[in-house]
DNA sequence: CCTAGTGTTATATTTTACTAGTACACTATA
DNA sequence: TATAGTGTACTAGTAAAATATAACACTAGG
């Protein structure tokens, strides 16, 4: 796994593993590979992990046992909730600078439009 | 001033100068206070202060003049390019994350209006 | 000239976030 | 009950950010 300086490494590893759960392919009740495992896999510290999956934990979306592993919660509508929280989370963030930058409501959207209508020529 | 202490706080001095050069209370040829000023103003270090505009003199968007103060550039299209390119970050930085949590382009620009939509009710 | 006001630079110190190493605690099972 | 596999906790090292303090450099005006 590639990491980017300018996050911290342990914020990378959630989204990794947000991103796994949102595609199915870490579905309600899947183990996890062991906190060991997982930092071999992704060249970083047990610790590092261990953060990141401890947040996971606190947020209700993970559930540890000990000696045993840790696994995505059964509580599916959890996890819902959590998408959308998260996906609150970035438009708050994106709306409230672009407003802060003078940007029009209206403005707003037709920027991301425009980013995502390039976007594909270039890319996809 | 404010501070969040999750982003440095050069790095909010900085945005709170772009807000003030784009909503135009901070106008090009317009003399900053000076930085030991502003540093009592916003109550932090003047190395604080400096380290926030040097990287905008860096911009080319502010000027110092030794013994005289920092100034707002003159170039306007420099300011209006420097906030073209802002934007863009900001907009690249949301549609990596929410294309990460598997939401369609579609499904990105909906979510934003939503969002937008449900702000306007409750707020303005 | 001198002085007050300005930006600039340098150094040391403190604080905090992040990461790492290591030891501990629990579980299953042979 | 021994052992391998699991999560957890403790402690320390590193780097970035912020501060404190001071000295330096330029400008304008008396």
Same mark, same amino acid.
């Given at each position: 796994?590639?990491?980017?300086?300018?996050? !911290?490494?342990?914020?990378?590893?959630?989204?990794? #593993?947000?991103h796994e759960m949102m595609?199915?392919?870490?579905? !309600?009740?899947?183990?996890? !590979?062991? *906190?060991?495992?997982?930092?071999?896999?992704? /060249?970083?510290? *047990?610790?590092? *992990?261990?953060?990141? &999956?401890?947040?996971?934990?606190?947020?209700?979306?993970?559930?540890?046992?000990?000696?045993?592993?840790?696994?995505?919660?059964?509580?599916? !509508?959890?996890? /819902? =909730?959590?998408?959308?929280? #998260?996906?609150?989370?970035?438009?708050?963030? *994106?709306?409230? =600078?672009?407003?802060?930058?003078? &940007?029009?409501?209206?403005?707003?959207?037709?920027?991301?439009?425009?980013?995502?209508?390039?976007?594909?020529?270039?890319?996809?």
């Amino acid at each position: 796994m590639q990491f980017d300086d300018k996050v !911290p490494i342990y914020y990378q590893i959630k989204n990794y #593993l947000y991103h796994e759960m949102m595609t199915g392919q870490l579905k !309600p009740g899947d183990k996890l !590979p062991a *906190v060991r495992q997982l930092a071999v896999d992704l /060249t970083v510290n *047990v610790n590092t *992990v261990q953060r990141a &999956l401890g947040e996971m934990i606190t947020e209700g979306i993970l559930e540890s046992k000990r000696g045993k592993g840790n696994f995505v919660t059964m509580d599916e !509508p959890r996890i /819902t =909730q959590l998408k959308e929280h #998260l996906v609150m989370e970035q438009l708050e963030r *994106v709306y409230e =600078q672009l407003h802060a930058l003078n &940007l029009t409501d209206e403005q707003i959207i037709e920027s991301l439009k425009r980013f995502i209508a390039q976007r594909r020529q270039q890319n996809d």
